[in-house]
């Protein structure tokens, strides 16, 4: 199935809302959340949404099936082992746990601290390698700092720069500029650079591993690369009412 197809598709499973079965359940819901990194992103817009987001709608729907919070954790405890990444892991824990804002309590609170006690030991113990191909990655590495309020993950100067790059692109947003009377909009891209520092450290560390990318002259990585060197710089983005960028 094409991925935009699969995409709608997904959408559409929210009107079963309360008519799924529970037999085959725990396999469905791994499955949507192994699905995330391969459907394809909309357009930026107002009502746009993420493929994330879509997918951890319809896989809420489906958790509160399950007959209270023991069943619900027998089913997240099936279904953690079959899931492909950490950041489907942390989709599902968020989920179901007490998070603020993210959490929607399916399990009692200390079985959820249990489950992101795990989740940041296995995170520990994850190569380089295997954070590299996280479809999340900014969740994955704050995740110290919103379960235990830990620093965030500490990303090794020696890592990879494929790594490094998607760090940096991990964490590069953008705003939307448009000046008086003029109907163009336009879009400046900018990094989380707080957080960014948490992880590397220091602006001479950063340095150090944007150099290496530089280096290693990875294919695709000249925009990254660029807004990194320009926040190094000094540069900033504009506040509301500033032209400069």
């Known amino acids: 199935m094409e991925p935009t197809r699969l995409r709608d598709l997904i959408s559409a499973l929210e009107d079963f809302e309360g008519e799924f079965p529970i037999d085959g359940l725990d396999d469905a819901i791994a499955t949507l959340l192994n699905f995330i990194p391969r459907l394809p992103e909309p357009e930026q817009g107002l009502l746009s949404i993420g493929s994330s987001f879509l997918v951890s709608r319809v896989a809420l729907r489906m958790l509160r099936q399950y007959d209270g919070p023991e ?5 997240v405890e099936n279904i953690l082992p079959d899931l492909e990444s950490l950041s489907a892991e942390r989709e599902l824990i968020d989920l179901i746990g007490h998070l603020e804002g993210a959490g929607h309590k399916l399990v009692p609170e200390e079985v959820a601290q249990k489950l992101q006690m795990q989740f ?37 100067v020696g890592a990879a720069p494929e790594l490094h790059l998607a760090v940096f692109r991990a964490f590069t947003s953008e705003i939307r500029k448009q000046g008086f009377g003029d109907r163009a909009v336009r879009r400046v891209p900018t990094l989380s650079w707080d957080i960014l520092m948490d992880i590397y ?7 150090k591993v944007i150099d290496t990318a530089r280096d290693a002259d990875t294919d695709g990585s000249d925009a ?9 710089s000094g ?11």
């Open 120 to 156: 940041l030991a296995k995170l520990r113990g994850a190569s380089l390698e295997h954070l590299e191909r996280e479809y999340d990655l900014a969740s994955v590495l704050l995740a110290p700092k919103h379960y235990a309020n830990d620093p965030v993950f500490r990303v090794p």
């Open 71 to 75: 069943r619900t954790q027998r089913a």
């Open 235 to 245: 540069w900033r983005p504009p506040t509301f009412g500033q032209g400069n960028d």
């Open 201 to 207: 450290g220091d602006e001479e560390t950063i340095q």
């Open 224 to 232: 990254t690369i660029e807004l990194v060197e320009k926040y190094l």
